[in-house]
């Protein structure tokens, strides 16, 4: 039952954060107010119902994320970038940890297994974090490529790190050799398994879509059932990667990326179900973009809680300065001299490896060996310290580095201005033909609706109409229809003549026109 309430809490405390966002706070990105809901919802609540579980978080919202994620990404681009994305994920991760673990060595005097293990949990960055921290500015196309790779991969090097430096502190033996071995399978197992895995799932899926006329005209269809076992894709192969020792993370990221090739070929296959799994991935994105931060901003209350702090508050402080600062000294050098990015973009990329809640997540497995208690929460506060200043920092530098982007308000504005023009045309078009008074008026209050030119009156008074008044009769329906459709075309050709004049609103305008589509096939299905 605490499980169930635990979700239900998440996902409500998500979607709380995405409103007042949407609402009161438009320049904040979401994953910051998600982070201050979460560390305020637990703090009514007095942690109650929140208990942290690494294993349940990285399987049911980070392998999501990333295998969504993967899905934004070109596996052809992917494929030529391997390169750098072997020299940023697994030498440049390998350098920082040795740094990090020597300066805390040199500097504290800790012993070296400990020190890796503070280390190799401080090296996986997150996207989710660094898209917050870059929110609103402009981020160059390279550096943001480089970041978004980085963050993809990662995880993997991180946790088999971890794991190294665990079995050295356990057993006061260092395993190189050993450690090498366990990259290679896991990394190559991952790759292989992911692949494998995803391309029989896409071969049955094809072919289920490619049957879809037969099961139809047999009063089935299994779209849906084909769409519930894509969103849990994710999970299955995380789980089932990890049950036989291979990255889980490699394997949905690999996942993701050819599932990317096969919606580039498949967009007209099932134009219903591949519209419906975009719009359900876009939903779920959102919404477990929201929940990661409003479990770190839980977290974080957890790891302040009294229980759960370390003996030296100011050791675990001084550690994560000296973990975040060893971290982007070797970022901007290693970007500088062997990515060879010039000064100001090496700056952006170390201060953009945003440290997050998988951070967190990777601490929290400590719990499950047998570190001292005093060390585990040690390592909880310090790398606390490491998330917090990670976001703090960028965020502020990089309002006086990075160029701003126009704002959501001018967005708006000049979005609705033009939503104004387009309907009223539509509008102007329409009085030219000879409408039904009642089709008219009905028409002419749904366009207005677009740009929100109606009072909740008016709605009172149209929704009274609609339940007292009888439907018309399947001509005078299919009449209307047609005039909506002939109304939304006027309006799709007034966005097509403007479009080329408003080329940095391009994404708005696409936006614009899906909604615009869709009104129009809301019509179509009405004569079903």
């Not at 040795?98 to 400990?114: E, H, K, N, T």
């Not at 190294?164 to 057993?171: F, P, R």
């Not at 490896?353 to 208690?373: E, K, P």
Request: glycine share 4%; proline share 2%.
């Amino acid at each position: 039952m605490n499980a169930v309430i635990l979700v239900i809490s998440l996902c409500l405390l998500a979607s709380l954060a995405m409103i007042i966002q949407s609402v009161f706070l438009r320049k904040i990105s979401v994953n910051y107010i998600s982070l201050v809901i979460g560390f305020i919802g637990v703090l009514l609540v007095r942690g109650k119902i929140m208990s942290f579980e690494p294993e349940l978080f990285m399987g049911l919202i980070i392998a999501p994320l990333l295998f969504f994620e993967g899905q934004q990404n070109r596996l052809y681009n992917i494929a030529r970038s391997w390169k750098s994305i072997v020299s940023i994920t697994v030498i440049m991760i390998l350098i920082a940890t040795i740094v990090a673990s020597f300066s805390l060595r040199g500097i504290l005097g800790l012993s070296l297994p400990l020190c890796f293990i503070l280390a190799a949990i401080s090296t996986p960055t997150d996207a989710t974090a660094t898209e917050s921290v870059v929110h609103g500015l402009k981020v160059p196309k390279k550096i943001s490529r480089y970041l978004k790779n980085e963050s993809l991969f990662n995880d993997a090097s991180g946790i088999i790190l971890l794991n190294m430096a665990i079995g050295w502190y356990l057993s006061k033996n260092l395993q190189i050799g050993y450690t090498f071995v366990q990259f290679i399978y896991s990394a190559l197992g991952g790759i292989i398994f992911g692949s494998v895995f995803s391309i029989l799932l896409i071969l049955i899926r094809q072919k289920l879509l490619r049957k879809n006329l037969q099961f139809v005209s047999n009063n089935y269809n299994p779209t849906t059932a084909i769409l519930i076992f894509y969103l849990l894709t994710p999970i299955l192969l995380y789980y089932f990667a990890e049950e036989i020792n291979v990255s889980g993370i490699i394997a949905v990221v690999v996942a993701g990326l050819i599932h990317n090739a096969e919606a580039e070929r498949s967009k007209l296959t099932n134009v219903a179900f591949i519209y419906n799994n975009f719009q359900s991935v876009r939903i779920l994105s959102d919404l477990l973009n929201s929940i990661v931060f409003v479990g770190l901003g839980a977290s974080l209350v957890l790891v302040l809680k009294g229980n759960l702090l370390p003996n030296r508050i100011d050791l675990a402080i001084i550690i994560g300065i000296i973990l975040y600062l060893a971290n982007v000294i070797i970022r901007y050098l290693y970007s500088f001299f062997v990515l060879r990015i010039n000064n100001k973009d090496s700056w952006i990329f170390a201060l953009g490896g945003i440290h997050g809640a998988v951070t967190f997540a990777l601490a929290y497995t400590i719990d499950q060996t047998l570190i001292s208690s005093n060390n585990f929460h040690l390592i909880l506060f310090s790398e606390a310290v490491l998330i917090i200043i990670s976001m703090i920092v960028p965020t502020v530098i990089f309002r006086f580095v990075l160029p701003k982007e126009k704002s959501d308000e001018e967005k708006e504005e000049e979005i609705n201005h033009i939503k104004e023009n387009m309907v009223n045309y539509a509008l102007n078009e329409l009085d030219k033909i000879y409408l039904p008074k009642k089709i008219h008026k009905q028409l002419k209050f749904d366009l207005k609706a677009q740009i929100d030119e109606t009072s909740m009156k008016d709605f009172l008074f149209e929704l009274r109409k609609s339940i007292n008044i009888p439907e018309g009769s399947p001509d005078e329906l299919e009449f209307r229809d047609e005039i909506y459709r002939y109304a939304f075309r006027l309006e799709r050709n007034y966005l097509g003549q403007i479009s080329q004049q408003k080329q940095e609103y391009r994404d708005e305008f696409l936006s614009l026109y899906r909604e615009i589509l869709l009104a129009e096939v809301l019509f179509l299905h009405s004569e079903d």
